[in-house]
């Protein structure tokens, strides 16, 4: 059964540096998201991602956070300059149909540690 | 603003015991309501949706608008069933979940 994958399991930075989080959604799936959680808090949206553009994003979300689907197949999110606050599990999902009933499958999450 | 509240943090019971995994929720307009799982060390996994009206694994979930809660339930509990369980609310055309908190699940032999 396909499955979204994410690249790195566990990624350590220096605050201030940039990171790029991977994500390789299910082949024919068309809409793409970005989740966090922060240790001990809940799963929060980040953004969506349809039609090779943003179709919604949190307050999370901002000018230090971007997405890119640049080769047909990676999903990817980047933080510019990370901070302390942005250690979380970061979770890839992506969906097939529209239509809020069909199915988000997510990624076994990418562990960022900021130091 | 949407909103999901799962009030235990930690359930603990025993095989072959019920459960009932509590969620609330707040929302101006018609939500859809989903329960995912998470097993130890593996990934968010849909358990089961209030549209499908199933029952996945033993387990079902019924939608009280009145009450705008979506518990979930099973009657009689295994010990394969010990993991984190979260219930979300899907609000907008793109589908994005707002969670809640999560409960612990922990059956014991």
């Known amino acids: 059964e396909p499955e979204v994958t994410q690249t790195p399991s566990h990624q350590v930075t220096q605050m201030g540096q940039e990171v790029i989080l991977r994500c390789v959604p299910i082949?024919?799936?068309?809409?793409f998201y970005w989740y966090r959680q922060i240790l001990g808090q809940k799963v929060e949206f980040l953004v969506s991602f349809y039609n090779n553009e943003i179709s919604e994003k949190s307050e999370i979300f901002d000018d230090q956070f971007s997405v890119e689907r640049p080769d047909g197949s990676n999903f990817t999110l980047k933080i510019r300059s990370t901070k302390l606050e942005d250690s979380a599990m970061y979770f890839c999902a992506s969906r097939d149909l529209a239509g809020i009933t069909d199915t988000q499958y997510f990624g076994p999450g990418t562990r960022l540690t900021v130091l | 603003a949407q909103r999901v509240t799962q009030p235990e943090k930690l359930l603990s019971v025993f095989k072959g015991a019920p459960v009932e995994l509590k969620c609330n929720y707040s929302y101006s307009g018609s939500p859809e309501l989903f329960w995912y799982v998470q097993y130890s060390r593996q990934r968010l996994q849909l358990l089961l949706r209030h549209i499908s009206r199933e029952s996945i694994k033993g387990f079902t979930a019924d939608l009280n608008k009145g009450e705008t809660s979506f518990h979930l339930k099973k009657p009689f509990a295994q010990e394969e069933d010990s993991a984190m369980y979260y219930c979300?609310?899907?609000?907008?055309?793109?589908?994005?979940?707002?969670f809640g908190k999560g409960t612990m699940l922990l059956v014991s032999p």
């Open positions: 979300a609310l899907s609000n907008s055309g793109y589908s994005t979940l707002t």
């Open positions: 082949s024919n799936h068309l809409y």
